[in-house]
């Protein structure tokens, strides 16, 4: 609702018996003529207008009869309107909506002047009532296509994000399940052909709450896949009827839902051909634009999944590649309780050189061992396998911890005679005799080891060190010895751990010995889950994490 000044004056009192056509907003409009006494409250209108407020023909008017019309969203407005033209003279012009005998809402414009009478006061508003419905309605079609347009350059933007991090087939049906309903769509399938048969490669609905399964591909289905795989472009079905039209066979099998399909054929980069079927529970138009758009967002589905196929057999290799490095099964040595994890970087081909060991030593005591390879490769997981092998040969040989540390260190500053691949080591060993508590350590480079007394609080041994393996051949290794109490517990970890929140190795020290607390009469599996959680991004390739924690048990236990 507003006023305006300068509106010019479209009939004068008494009007025309017919309505007539007006030009508001570059549209053609129908217009009718009013007259109201402002003193007396007495409307007098042609009968399009009052056809248009619901009044009666056959009988005098007031402004009551007028404002019953009006819509109630829009009537203390159109009040307060009123009150300010009763006020002053000048020209006016009134928006509003009124519900018409047909049962229809329509938009309303009133352009009028208010006339002085012989007293000089306002005494008469006489103007033109024009019916802008279509106007207002090709208004709010053109706000909706502009608003859709954006909502839709806006999720392909996301998507492109999305897909670009994306590394499995899951999070890829995740970012593409968001995109569902700006389509308007209710469900994607992705359909590989395998010899003659058609085969589910991943799929997924726009109900976040549904449960995830492979649906089954019904005869709908089956046969726009199979024809689009066949003329290797876009089949597009905006109805049920032009379904049946198209396909007549399919008359008695088609379901009541959806209402429209699009099958698009993808073709990977080794020009193996699948298809993508996407149904809507509405009828489509697909329109030239929202084909466009259609078909660029699944031409980017269908690399992710190409992408995220190839990551997930390299992620498989990887794994067991790495599997075969690390100790296989539990680590077990009589008289230590000992729980061990290794956890794979969040990205790449989730392989590194992060290693733990526990070595049953020569004498009855028990070495262990933690250790880290820079960087993330095949090259640091498989030096590092060599390195763990070292280790356990050394050990084996009976040499004490810091004798084991120098010859691994000759032996990899050997290794490193390319610059350009050389790599170096950090590592901690300890050797504990379970008989006594006696515990010896050395470390090169290696974050100092956690200690967890019986009712006293976690803390980091001080232990001076070398530098990482590697880097300097004639390096040596100052050895620490110490007692520790029965039920006493050891921990060991990587940097992985520790700078896994912000990269602060700070808060991340806190943050571990915080989780060793209570960890002497706790289950030692419990507790490396509890380190480890919350440390994998959602994004970002991480680091590697190796955690390795050992109680002492006490002699009644090791009995």
Not at 370 to 377: A, E, K, L, T, W
Not at 464 to 469: D, K, N, S, T, V
Not at 514 to 529: I, M, T
Request: hydrophobic share 40%.
């Amino acid at each position: 609702m507003r006023d305006v000044e300068s509106v010019p004056t479209a009939a004068s009192r008494g009007g025309a018996s017919r309505p007539g056509a007006f030009q508001a907003s570059a549209s053609m409009v129908e217009a009718g003529f009013f007259c109201w006494e402002i003193a007396t409250g007495e409307i007098a209108c042609d009968p399009h207008t009052l056809a248009l407020h619901g009044m009666p023909t056959d009988g005098p008017s007031d402004i009551s009869d007028f404002l019953a019309s009006v819509h109630e969203s829009d009537l203390v407005d159109v009040r307060d309107a009123l009150t300010l033209i009763a006020k002053s003279c000048g020209n006016y012009q009134i928006e509003y909506r009124v519900t018409s005998g047909d049962g229809r809402q329509r938009s309303l414009e009133a352009r009028g002047r208010v006339l002085p009478g012989t007293d000089g006061q306002p005494a008469r508003m006489v103007g033109v009532v024009m019916d802008t419905t279509a106007v207002h309605e090709r208004h709010e079609a053109e706000r909706r296509r502009f608003h859709e347009r954006a909502t839709r350059d806006r999720w392909m933007r996301e998507l492109t994000a999305a897909l670009a991090v994306a590394v499995t087939v899951k999070d890829i049906m995740a970012a593409a399940q968001a995109g569902l309903r700006t389509f308007g769509a209710e469900a994607l399938t992705v359909v590989a052909p395998e010899g003659k048969r058609l085969t589910v490669v991943a799929s997924c609905t726009d109900d976040e709450q549904s449960e995830e399964s492979t649906p089954v591909l019904d005869a709908t289905a089956r046969t726009l896949v199979e024809e689009s795989l066949k003329r290797r472009a876009p089949v597009l079905v905006g109805s049920a009827d032009a379904l049946t039209t198209g396909y007549p066979h399919l008359a008695p099998l088609a379901p009541p839902t959806p209402q429209a399909w699009a099958a698009l054929p993808l073709t990977d980069s080794r020009g193996r051909v699948s298809a993508c079927l996407v149904s809507f529970p509405e009828p489509q138009e697909f329109q030239p634009e929202e084909r466009a758009l259609l078909v660029a967002a699944i031409g980017l589905l269908s690399q992710s999944l190409e992408r995220a196929g190839m990551y997930e057999s390299e992620h498989a290799l990887a794994t067991e590649l790495q599997r075969g490095m690390l100790p296989r099964g539990p680590l077990a040595v009589p008289g230590v309780t000992i729980a061990a994890r290794y956890q794979a970087a969040t990205s790449g081909m989730w392989i590194g050189g992060d290693w733990y060991d526990a070595i049953s030593l020569p004498g009855g005591g028990v070495a262990l061992v933690i250790g880290d390879v820079q960087g993330h490769s095949v090259h640091a997981a498989s030096l590092m396998g060599r390195l763990r092998t070292a280790v356990h040969a050394y050990a084996n040989e009976g040499h004490p911890p810091a004798a084991v540390l120098e010859r691994t260190n000759r032996l990899l500053a050997e290794l490193n005679t390319d610059p350009d691949r050389a790599l170096f080591a950090t590592c901690c060993y300890l050797a504990l005799d379970p008989s006594d508590g006696t515990l010896q350590v050395c470390r090169a480079g290696h974050p100092a080891p956690a200690l967890v007394a019986p009712r006293k609080r976690p803390r980091l041994l001080k232990v001076p060190g070398g530098l990482p393996l590697g880097i300097d051949r004639e390096q040596q290794y100052p050895t620490t010895r110490l007692s520790i109490a029965p039920g006493s517990v050891l921990a060991l970890t990587t940097d992985g751990l520790l700078e896994a929140v912000n990269k602060d190795i700070d808060q991340g020290t806190e943050r571990f010995l915080k989780g060793l607390r209570g960890a002497c009469a706790a289950d030692l599996e419990n507790v490396v889950d509890g380190l480890l959680a919350g440390t994998r991004k959602a994004h970002g390739p991480g680091d590697d994490v190796a955690v390795l924690l050992a109680r002492l048990d006490p002699p009644a236990r090791r009995r």
